[in-house]
């Protein structure tokens, strides 16, 4: 039997820290409205993420849903056919929660930073590329799904997160590209640095030991309970999974 710790952040890691990711967006997004005048630019930008990474989780685990299936079964599919489970690795539950709520707060780390050290441009140049980042990923992903589907009926390039890549951070990305100025090479390497600690703790230094540690719990805990949008396309039920 699992133990309480890890009961409890099964239960963490279903719905109650995606509601934690809402309230902390509404917070933001109140206090952004209050101080947009006096915030930097940089502030602005990591604010921005924070708000739009809960509209992009909730697409992406829950309306519609199904992100993990293209993730488990896709490039990310281990070699080792013993690995392969769809339902939790290399995506599990844990390891996408903590990917996800460290986006969030990773950024607004930076945009309090901007307050007291010269970090504005470089916050909204890592900002960029993280937005670049989400609407190339969405898009492959997208077009990947199509090429693999369209036999079992799949008519466009729809990809779970798609949605709220253009619709989201595209245009704040826009907003942030046309208001950015004076841009110098140290905000670029300043950029670089912020950019590499927020992807190297929200996925290698989360994914790399965590991934193995979910395997030897017991079957079912931290793993997804069907593939969701792409169930109509040959991905798992909840049925198959009990």
């Not at 290399?90 to 050290?117: H, K």
């Not at 390039?157 to 826009?174: D, E, K, Q, R, V």
């Not at 790399?208 to 030897?216: A, D, E, I, N, S």
């Amino acid at each position: 039997m699992a133990n309480d710790f890890v009961k409890k952040l099964d239960k963490w890691c279903d719905n109650q820290w995606i509601v934690f990711l809402c309230a902390t967006a509404t917070a933001v997004a109140v206090l952004t409205a209050i101080f947009w005048d006096v915030m930097p630019l940089g502030s602005k930008a990591g604010a921005f993420v924070a708000f739009i990474m809960a509209f992009h989780v909730l697409e992406e685990w829950k309306f519609p849903g199904g992100l993990h299936w293209f993730y488990n079964t896709s490039i990310f599919r281990p070699k080792d056919p013993e690995l392969y489970d769809p339902t939790r690795y290399p995506m599990s539950r844990l390891t996408d929660m903590i990917t996800n709520v460290g986006l969030q707060w990773i950024p607004l780390i930076y945009a309090v930073l901007c307050f007291f050290f010269p970090l504005s441009n470089a916050v909204t140049l890592c900002v960029i590329l993280l937005c670049i980042m989400e609407l190339f990923a969405h898009t492959a992903g997208g077009i990947a799904t199509y090429m693999w589907y369209k036999d079992k009926g799949k008519k466009t390039i729809y990809h779970t997160g798609l949605a709220t890549s253009y619709l989201m951070f595209l245009p704040a990305c826009t907003f942030l590209i046309v208001q950015i100025s004076n841009v110098a090479p140290i905000d670029w390497l300043y950029c670089i640095v912020l950019f590499a600690v927020m992807c190297l703790i929200c996925v290698p230094l989360t994914e790399t030991p965590l991934k193995k540690w979910v395997r030897k719990q017991e079957p079912g805990v931290f793993a997804f309970e069907d593939a969701k949008y792409y169930m109509r396309y040959g991905g798992y039920t909840k049925e198959d999974v009990e």
